[in-house]
Nanobody
């Protein structure tokens, strides 16, 4: 059974760093790209970052160089390193597996999410 499980969220202060992990089971991350999305209270889910199977990365404009997405095919895990966190980054963060192509992602599997709360 295909499953993605996020971890690493929690309560942090503005300016802190957090590293989220997304462990995959039932799929091999080497055959997929990965992405991170987030959803803040009362808002729609939004794209944060993407890494393709070949390692190309894309970020949302609001990341502003603060976040880094990576993927370890050996550990079958994707990561999101988040630095210089701001209260506006407070949200539930979701990872997803991408079966699409570089120009057209296809998010086929999703995790349950991990809460990140940034206090001012």
């Amino acid at each position: 059974q295909e499953q993605l499980v996020e971890s690493g969220g929690g309560l942090v202060q503005a300016g802190d760093s957090v590293k989220l992990s997304c462990a995959a089971s039932g799929i091999r991350f080497g055959n997929y790209g990965a992405g991170w999305f987030r959803q803040a209270p009362g808002k729609e889910r939004e794209f944060v970052a993407r890494i393709t199977r070949s390692g190309s990365v894309t970020y949302a404009d609001f990341v502003k160089g603060r976040f880094t997405i990576s993927k370890s095919n050996l550990k079958n895990t994707a990561y999101l390193q988040m630095n210089s966190l701001e209260p506006e980054d407070t949200a539930v963060y979701y990872c997803a597996a991408d079966r699409g192509i570089v120009t057209s992602p296809s998010w086929v599997y999703w995790g349950q999410g991990t809460q990140v709360t940034v206090s001012s």
